[in-house]
């Protein structure tokens, strides 16, 4: 029977495919793709579905290519992430907080049971990851290690660095343009997205 998060993420879905393209993956992550004009990249924007209202609000107008809208139903996991990734076929991806903050840089992390407590620690201490078995809105049962690598993504606006998310560096690791935005600075962040995707109209 499916709980209310499944039901939630099924009402999502009816409102997407009524304005555009939007499927439901394994994970529970609803993918809205939004097509611009002919040309550009692809985009994958990568968000906390309870931010999708307010990334809705922000997504530009005009642009080349195409913008995939993941929004993710797991808390924060890599593996869902990575499973959009590569369903998505996105060229870049954009991570988007609700901190604010249009760059990424630090090192990365690990949760480990010390003295029966699970701490963050750096990735290189002796302790091993934690790993989590994890069950999705749907139902699907996954691992999650819980070790992310440090990743960093350019500065869109030269300035303010944002929180830390884990799913940076699997998009750098395949070769795609990874940057990050906080969802009050997300506005500014389109201009020299694009113009660095090559997606200005």
Not at 61 to 68: K, T
Not at 160 to 170: C, F, T, V, Y
Not at 171 to 180: D, P, T, W
């Amino acid at each position: 029977m499916p709980g209310p998060l499944l039901d939630a993420i099924t009402t999502d879905l009816e409102v997407f495919s009524r304005y555009t393209r939007a499927r439901v993956d394994a994970f529970g992550t609803v993918l809205a793709t939004f097509e611009g004009a002919h040309g550009g990249a692809t985009l994958l924007v990568w968000t906390p579905r309870e931010l999708a209202t307010e990334v809705l609000r922000r997504l530009p107008a005009a642009y080349r290519g195409r913008i995939v809208l993941g929004l993710d139903a797991s808390g924060g996991d890599l593996r869902p992430f990575e499973h959009a990734l590569e369903g998505s076929g996105a060229e870049a991806v954009l991570l988007v907080r609700e901190e604010p903050g249009l760059r990424h840089a630090g090192g990365g992390w690990k949760l480990a049971r010390l003295e029966d407590e699970t701490v963050r620690l750096p990735l290189d201490h002796a302790a091993p990851p934690v790993e989590e078995e994890r069950t999705a809105p749907t139902g699907l049962r996954y691992r999650e290690r819980r070790a992310y690598p440090e990743w960093s993504s350019p500065a869109l606006d030269g300035s303010r660095p944002g929180s830390p998310a884990p799913q940076g560096h699997a998009a750098a690791a395949r070769g795609l343009g990874v940057y990050a935005a906080g969802l009050l600075d997300l506005e500014e962040a389109w201009t020299p997205l694009f113009e660095r995707l090559r997606a200005l109209p």
